[in-house]
Structure formats: structure tokens, C-alpha cells
């Protein structure tokens, strides 16, 4: 267990003689070999002096008549009995043990090489350093220590094949800093941490597994530029699918954007027209109502003028037509005079004729068919001379007889 493992040696915990407490410094920091000072034994004629300066920084032990009476205060002590000595000097600094380890073999039997590292520290309390040195020692310590780490680092790469001794650094220090700890915490040592530094496997299969994972870190590279390529493809056929969506959504914007404006004029100009044909409406209302207010007021006025213009006709037809049926009446009663007188001529006239012609029909009957002629032409005559002055107004039997004279029947026409 002590073999050197690439210039890295197994350390050894030791206890360490002095002259004085005052070299436990010098102790506990040299350097240049595997031995690692963890106690250090003052001789015994330094407990014969009569003074002695006691160290800081360190657990310092007293013995009384070769009893332990505890921690020894630092500092500088006058009048030093021969019955008291310092018994031991025990470091408080955190230690690394190394603890390299070669041919472990794995659960395939591939012989592994392991080097491990660990920290500890002696404390933190005095009774920690007590139990120490009076419970375990370093010599036993060592020895203990040394036993553990490599039956640990046998039996956890004996569970696992030789491809995953590497996998186990993390979990195989927690489980070690976890055996440890407990194993050593009773004798007043603090595991602090657990590391395996280095793992090393046969040349030629170290070889192949370093191609194995060349091998696959280029597969890994090929699978990454391949899978890099398709992403940028996509990425870059994403882009222009975004930069096609994005030109139509903005022609689509531009177009509904004409549209809502088209929409907006349209309306503006429907409402225009709308507003003009209200404006007309109402102008052709307006001017309808003036007109028919016009027109009902001419209507009035001529309807007003009309019934004055038919009454003033009318009143003056009233007028001309009482005066014509005067001029009338008077015209007719003229001629009904004139008729009654001439009437009353004829009558006598025509009594003087009918005694005549009796007169002349009993004297002579070859003059009938003359005096009949005569009396015909002078009734012809009679009827020429009323026919020729004037309207004549007769009523009654002798209109009709007059009437009956003026247009004789075809009896009468006959008979003459």
C-alpha cells in the first residue's frame, strides 16, 4: 500500500518526537516525505526545566505525575514543576492523506489503478483530541485509516465493470466520505471531504477506450454538425416561412387597412349623398311647401277673384238679362199690340173681303176661282209684310191659326 503511483506515495499518519514544545511547529509543517506528523511527543528533559513556553494553535496536552490533566493554556510558564509535562501536541490543521491504490481488479477483472485523495482534521473540541491519542493513536490510525480506504476502494470498483469506474468518482467519494465519517467520528477525527484524483486502466485497453470514445465524440460531433445543419435549415426555412407569414400578414393588414378605408370613404360618401339628398329633400320640401303655400294662396286669390269676376258676371248678366227681358217684354207687348191691331185690320179686312166675295159669290159664280187667287196672294202679302217687319209675339188660338195660315197642309193645298 505503499507503492508510489505516478510520483504520488501512499502517506503515513505518525506521532513524532521533540525536544521542546516550542518545535511542534517545524513538526507539523515539514514537508519532502510521506509521513504526515499528527502528535508530537515533547522528550522527557524538557520537563526538568524550570520554565517552559507552551504553543498557541495547537491541542497541547498536560500529564501530572504522568496523569492527563487536560489542555495546557498557551503561553509562557515560570517556575515549571518536575511533576508536570507536556504529554502531547496534537495538530488542529486539516490534513490530506493520499492514498493511492494499484491492480484493484473491476467486476469484468480488468485491473484498475486508483488514486485517492482525503482531508481530516483532529477535533474540533479537546475531548476529540483526547480520545485520539488515548483511544486510537496515530500509529493504529494509520493502519486503520489505510485498511478502510483500500478495502472501500476494492469492494465499490469490484461492483462495477471497468467502463464505469470513471461514472463513480462523485458516488463512490459520498459513499466513502460517508463510511468513514462514521467509522472515525468516535476517535475524535473529521472526515471533511473524499476525492479520487486520478483512475487509470490497462495501456492497451485504456487505448481503446480512449478510440471508443474518440470514436464516439466524433459520432457524437457528425450527429451534432448533422443535427446543427437540420437546425439551421429549419431555422433558416423558419425564418423564411416567418418572412413569408410576416409579408402576407402585412399585406393582409395593407389590404384590410384599403379595405376599411375603402369602407370609410364609401361611407363618407353615402353619408354625403345622403346628407345632399336630405339637404335636397328638404330644399325640394321647402320649395313644395312655398309652391303649394303659392298656390293655395293664387288659388285663394283666384278663386277670390273668380267668385267676384262670376259675381260681377253674374250680376251683370242679371243686369243685361232683366234689361233684355224688359226689352223683351216691352218688344212683345208691342207686337202683340201691333198683332192684335193688325189682327183686328185682317179680321175686319178679311170680313170686308168675305162680304165681298159673298157679295160677289151670289152675283156671280165664274168669279170664285179669281177671288179665291186674289185672296191667296193677298194672304202670300200679308204674311210677306209680317215676315218682313219684325218678330211677332202671338200666343193662343190665334198663333196657331196664324201658324197654321203661314204653313197650310196638304189638304188645304189640295183643295186650292
Known sequence: MSQAFDGVEHSRCVQTRISS???AATAFMASGTRDITLVAVPGEGCCCVQFVSIPSGFFVLGQRWHKNIGQVDPGFKMCWPFFYRVSHIITRATVTYSA????????DNVMVDINLSLTFSIGPSLEDAEAFVYTLGCTRFDEFLAAEVEEGVRGLVYSVTHDRVNDLREEFAQSMLASLSNKFRP??????????TETRLPRNLAKSLEDTTT??????????????????LQDEASQELEQVVRTNSRK??????????????HKEIIDEMVGQARVQEMEAKSTMDVKIAQAQGNLEVATAEGMKEAEEIRKSMEIACDERKVKVQQMANTIVVESEAQLRAAENNSKALIATASAENNSTAGLEVKRKYELEWQRLQILEVLAKEGRRFVTGEAGKQLLKDMVPGPSQMIKK
Open 215 to 232: 470514436n464516439r465524440t466524433k459520432i457524437s460531433e457528425v450527429a451534432k454538425r448533422h443535427e446543427n445543419t437540420i437546425r439551421v
Open 100 to 107: 493511492p491504490s494499484r491492480q484493484v481488479p473491476c467486476a
Open 187 to 196: 476517535f475524535g477525527v473529521q472526515i471533511k471531504n473524499v476525492k479520487v
Open 21 to 23: 514544545p516550542t518545535d
Open 252 to 265: 393582409k393588414q395593407d389590404l384590410l387597412a384599403q379595405c376599411t378605408r375603402y369602407e370609410i370613404e
